[in-house]
């Protein structure tokens, strides 16, 4: 689906050096389950920019082709505050690794562009272009998968800006107390979205539970049964056994996101499904899925919205993104940007849920590239 002609800067001589430009004028326009757009023309305008231009962090993106997916999660990244001023700050370059950050790289001048409100479109062909080079899929003019991008994107920021550090840990033996050192990876995305999943599992045969450790970006906690080919192997009967699955959070990230389940496929049937789940705005209680309690009240805050309308074949994405600095709600529509009521984010269109725990402040840019 494409989007309206309108401004955007050149993207390639924006990836090399950024060149910030005064922004042109631009008019903005103003449902039950429970879980607690390559450029067209550049235009420069004489108007002085205030520190505080309402068209920050309001920017639309040029659909280059069935990249709506692209689009709608992009949006809801750049509204996620701590991750963009990471990258305008230019902390990230310290963290860098050269010999594969080109998308962290690419990133970071998409993210000033979208933030910095200079244009009302930009886009995205750099980092589309960066991305396809490492996976062709992205570049293809066929409709992707949202979730899997965001899966994608958030790996690869990471391997470019991961940093590595030893941790002591210690084991009781039946001798001494042993130490031992492991290593671990840290990045501004473990930083903000890392947790931790525990899962009992329960043979419902002898009853015996095993627990299992596994890192998470998306957290589900309803109890899951595995039976035929699901079966695990039970250390107590010593054969395949029916189990129960349970989730618990071991460690809850600062950012959770939850992935809805919208496309039911078995064998050759294949279907999309409408189910209208109600998602609180805020105060989302996690507390009792989390074990141990590790704070009071891990309350979250809804702060982004993935959308996708259409069917399993065919369709359209969209981001609703809650604005730092109005506090307003915002639909993000490829290149079209306009407010909404807070009411319009409840929708069984949802399909990416972005929450937070902690308020977000307004992103600064304190250094040049």
């Known amino acids: 689906m494409a989007s309206p002609s ?4 050149d993207d390639f001589n924006i990836f090399y050096s950024l060149h910030f430009l005064s922004q042109p004028k631009r008019p903005l326009s103003s449902e039950t389950v429970h879980l607690e757009h390559l450029k067209d023309s550049s235009e420069e305008s004489n108007d002085e920019t205030s520190p505080s231009q309402p068209y920050q962090g309001l920017t639309g993106l040029r659909n280059l082709g ?48 979208m933030w910095l409100g200079e244009f009302e479109c930009v886009s995205p062909e750099v980092f589309r272009s960066v991305i396809g080079d490492l996976c062709p899929a992205f570049t293809v003019k066929t409709q992707q998968d949202a979730q899997e991008f965001l899966i994608y994107v958030l790996n690869e920021l ?33 930083q903000l979205f890392e947790g931790q999943l525990n899962y009992d599992i329960t043979c419902l045969e002898c009853q015996t539970t095993t627990d299992k450790n596994e890192d998470c970006l998306e957290c589900f906690f309803q109890q899951d049964t595995l039976t035929w080919n699901n079966q695990i192997h039970c250390s107590f009967c010593e054969t395949k056994q029916d189990a129960a699955v349970k989730a618990n ?12 389940k919208r496309f039911d496929c078995q064998g050759s049937y294949k279907r999309k499904l409408g189910t209208n789940i109600y998602y609180p705005l805020s105060n989302l209680d996690l507390s009792p899925y989390i074990y141990p309690l590790f704070r009071k009240n891990p309350k979250y805050n809804l702060c982004a919205v993935v959308n996708h309308f259409g069917y399993l074949d065919g369709g359209h994405y969209t981001a609703f993104c809650k604005h730092t600095l109005t506090q307003n709600w915002y639909s993000f529509d490829d290149a079209q940007v306009s407010e909404i009521p807070q ?21 600064t840019k304190t250094t040049k590239y």
């Open 6 to 9: 309108t401004s955007a800067p």
């Open 249 to 260: 959070i071991g460690k809850a990230p600062k950012m959770v996101i939850f992935h809805l």
């Open 66 to 113: 069935n990249t709506c997916y692209m689009n709608a999660v992009l949006q809801c990244l750049c509204s996620i505050s701590p991750l963009v001023e990471y990258f305008l700050s230019g902390k990230y370059v310290t963290s860098l690794h050269k010999e594969n950050g080109e998308v962290a790289t690419a990133f970071a001048y998409l993210m000033a562009d």
């Open 343 to 363: 009411s319009s984010v409840q929708s069984a269109a949802a399909y990416l849920l972005f929450y937070t725990c902690k308020a977000f402040s307004v992103p």
């Open 158 to 190: 990471h391997e470019a800006l991961k940093k590595s550090y030893k941790r002591r840990c210690y084991g009781n033996t039946s001798t001494s107390r042993e130490d031992r050192r492991t290593g671990s990876e840290t990045s501004i995305i473990t």
